[in-house]
């Protein structure tokens, strides 16, 4: 088990960007699948982005070409910058960690209950 602290968010006007960090404890950070959820109130969380071990990437249909994972192994810390943010984007952000199959390799590593290690969340507000 990892425990994920997440930083960044905030607030960004349509066409705007932010970044969200989100660092782990422990020695092992190498070794996990690192993701991004978002949830609106009163709606299922949702993948966003993962990134696997050796840096390979998979984004949600709805943020690709404007968001992006990476990670930094040597900080314990993984990114998502997002760039030209509309007011759709507008939901809480959440960092992941996992290290089974279905969150690392798996078509269904969009699906909340394949992670096993959460951030808090962050709250991303956009504005028209």
């Known amino acids: 088990q990892v425990q994920l602290a997440e930083s960044g968010g905030g607030s960004a006007q349509a066409g705007g960007s932010l970044r969200l960090s989100c660092t782990a404890s422990g020695n092992t950070f190498g070794r996990y699948c690192l993701g991004w959820f978002r949830q609106v109130l009163g709606l299922e969380r949702e993948g966003v982005a993962r990134i696997r071990v050796l840096g390979n990437t998979t984004y949600a249909d709805f943020v690709k070409g404007r968001f992006t994972i990476s990670r930094d192994n040597t900080k314990n810390t993984h990114y998502l910058q997002m760039n030209n943010l509309q007011p759709e984007d507008t939901a809480k952000y959440y960092c992941?960690?996992?290290?089974?199959?279905?969150?690392?390799?798996?078509?269904?590593?969009?699906?909340?209950?394949?992670?096993?290690?959460w951030g808090q969340g962050a709250q991303v507000t956009v504005s028209s």
């Open positions: 992941a960690a996992a290290k089974n199959i279905k969150a690392c390799y798996g078509d269904s590593w969009n699906t909340p209950g394949n992670w096993n290690n």
